[in-house]
């Protein structure tokens, strides 16, 4: 989730169209603000819970506030703990200049660069980066990891269509390897990376920074000050990459999901402890 769909006070319900499509159950979203008070958050994310029809909530607040999961406990909903993101921060400058290995034939390509096959490679760089990756949807047996998978895709591909420079490719010789997907706010100065990763074969060989030093070039193109990052906290691997290019960390928000008791997703779960 994106750090400035984390903004605000307050506690917000939407639908989750795309999601309900995909696997065939209603799907909604439960988010605490970041400024939400804290003398107020319990009582109004019970209300929130209490008042959502939807057979799996995604239920999604900071994960300083840790008393709020006995809130989400208390609903009467069947509770699965998900995930936890941890938020990464760095300066656009600083990452722009980050000292890097020999790249050799790499570049990069801004989406526009890659008009003819530009979202033929991001899909595939994104079903082959992110295929057995654990996330918040893989804690739950009612969502089916493939159709998981095919979101992330789906994610990637309706971004680039709004706006394909909102992609910036990493391109060894010819083939595309890796790829990071973009989102601004101008309001605050941010440049935050939705997606990012590289296909197998070109992990773990130091490569990773050039993707991301070409997102703190893209940042100060645009006027941005700042590069937003997240991922699961058991993420550990891109975690420490992340700090080698002078990341740090300033956030993290858990997720659970509060699944609706006599919904077809309870009876998945039903049948999964059977």
Same mark, same amino acid.
């Given at each position: 989730?994106?750090?400035?769909?984390?903004?605000?006070?307050?506690?917000?319900?939407?639908?989750?169209?795309?999601?309900?499509?995909?696997?065939?159950?209603?799907?909604?979203?439960?988010?605490?603000?970041?400024?939400?008070?804290?003398?107020?958050?319990?009582?109004?994310?019970?209300?929130?819970?209490?008042?959502?029809?939807?057979?799996?909530?995604?239920?999604?607040?900071?994960?300083?506030?840790?008393?709020?999961?006995?809130?989400?406990?208390?609903?009467?909903?069947?509770?699965?703990?998900?995930?936890?993101?941890?938020?990464?921060?760095?300066?656009?400058?600083?990452?722009?200049?980050?000292?890097?290995?020999?790249?050799?034939?790499?570049?990069?390509?801004?989406?526009?660069?890659?008009?003819?096959?530009?979202?033929?490679?991001?899909?595939?760089?994104?079903?082959?980066?992110?295929?057995?990756?654990?996330?918040?949807?893989?804690?739950?047996?009612?969502?089916?990891?493939?159709?998981?998978?095919?979101?992330?895709?789906?994610?990637?591909?309706?971004?680039?269509?709004?706006?394909?420079?909102?992609?910036?490719?990493?391109?060894?010789?010819?083939?595309?390897?890796?790829?990071?997907?973009?989102?601004?706010?101008?309001?605050?100065?941010?440049?935050?990376?939705?997606?990012?990763?590289?296909?197998?074969?070109?992990?773990?060989?130091?490569?990773?920074?050039?993707?991301?030093?070409? %997102?703190?070039?893209?940042?100060?193109?645009? +006027? #941005?000050?700042?590069?937003?990052?997240? @991922?699961? !906290? &058991?993420? $550990? /691997? %891109?975690?420490?990459?992340?700090?080698?290019? +002078? #990341?740090?960390?300033?956030?993290?928000? @858990?997720? !659970? &999901?509060? $699944? /609706?008791?006599?919904?077809?997703?309870?009876?998945?779960?039903?049948?999964?402890?059977?």
């Amino acid at each position: 989730m994106s750090w400035a769909g984390l903004a605000g006070a307050g506690v917000s319900v939407s639908d989750s169209p795309l999601e309900q499509r995909r696997f065939g159950v209603t799907v909604g979203r439960v988010v605490v603000g970041n400024d939400t008070p804290t003398t107020t958050t319990a009582a109004a994310l019970a209300e929130a819970l209490h008042g959502a029809s939807h057979d799996v909530l995604v239920v999604r607040w900071p994960s300083e506030r840790v008393a709020l999961a006995a809130t989400v406990a208390s609903s009467g909903r069947i509770v699965l703990p998900a995930d936890v993101l941890t938020y990464w921060e760095v300066a656009a400058e600083e990452l722009a200049r980050v000292a890097l290995r020999d790249g050799g034939a790499l570049r990069i390509d801004r989406g526009s660069d890659r008009a003819a096959d530009g979202i033929e490679s991001l899909v595939s760089v994104v079903e082959s980066s992110f295929a057995a990756y654990g996330n918040h949807y893989t804690a739950n047996p009612a969502f089916d990891p493939e159709l998981a998978l095919a979101g992330y895709v789906e994610w990637a591909r309706t971004a680039f269509e709004r706006h394909p420079d909102d992609a910036c490719f990493l391109i060894d010789g010819a083939t595309p390897i890796g790829v990071a997907t973009l989102s601004e706010d101008r309001e605050r100065g941010d440049l935050e990376v939705e997606l990012a990763g590289l296909v197998p074969d070109s992990q773990g060989r130091g490569l990773y920074g050039h993707l991301l030093r070409a %997102v703190g070039d893209e940042a100060l193109r645009r +006027g #941005l000050g700042r590069v937003i990052i997240s @991922t699961q !906290a &058991h993420n $550990v /691997r %891109v975690q420490r990459a992340w700090a080698g290019l +002078g #990341l740090r960390p300033f956030a993290a928000v @858990t997720t !659970a &999901h509060a $699944v /609706r008791p006599g919904s077809s997703a309870a009876q998945m779960l039903r049948a999964q402890r059977s």
